[in-house]
């Protein structure tokens, strides 16, 4: 189980780099610079679902709902919140074409990084 932890810890810096070069890289995309293709979206979006997959299956497993406060409400809720508003974010961008696609996927990557920073239990060390 301990490999399951670990994996979770580790993946949620790939997470965390992936919504910030998607926020900037969305931004850039949006004033009609150059950037990445829609790969790079998918990889991310990869990442974050495994990360919420193995978090779910963490939670059960360790039964996180008797671990506390934080871990047994505001974690795993700010994450699954996260990952929806990503998701959202990259549906509704890719519906609308140019630059305003791009900026909706870029706010609401910023949104799904903000819920991401604060459910992280960061007291738990790095």
């Given at each position: 189980?301990?490999?399951?932890?670990?994996?979770?810890?580790?993946?949620?810096?790939?997470?965390?780099?992936?919504?910030?070069?998607?926020?900037?890289?969305?931004f850039m995309?949006?004033?009609?610079?150059?950037?990445?293709?829609?790969r790079?979206?998918?990889?991310?979006?990869?990442?974050?679902?495994?990360?919420v997959?193995l978090?779910?299956?963490?939670?059960?497993?360790?039964q996180?709902?008797?671990?506390?406060?934080?871990?047994?409400?505001?974690?795993p809720?700010?994450?699954?919140?996260?990952s929806?508003?990503?998701?959202?974010?990259?549906?509704?961008?890719?519906?609308?074409?140019?630059g305003?696609?791009?900026?909706?996927?870029?706010?609401?990557?910023?949104?799904?990084?903000?819920l991401?920073?604060?459910a992280?239990p960061?007291?738990?060390?790095?």
């Amino acid at each position: 189980m301990d490999i399951l932890v670990e994996a979770h810890s580790g993946i949620r810096w790939l997470v965390l780099i992936g919504l910030i070069a998607t926020v900037v890289i969305a931004f850039m995309r949006s004033s009609g610079e150059a950037g990445p293709s829609d790969r790079w979206l998918q990889w991310v979006a990869i990442l974050f679902d495994i990360q919420v997959a193995l978090g779910i299956i963490l939670y059960i497993v360790n039964q996180g709902w008797n671990q506390g406060g934080f871990i047994a409400v505001f974690h795993p809720i700010g994450m699954l919140a996260a990952s929806a508003v990503f998701h959202i974010g990259l549906g509704r961008g890719r519906k609308v074409e140019g630059g305003e696609g791009w900026r909706t996927i870029g706010l609401m990557t910023l949104l799904s990084l903000i819920l991401v920073v604060a459910a992280i239990p960061w007291q738990r060390g790095f």
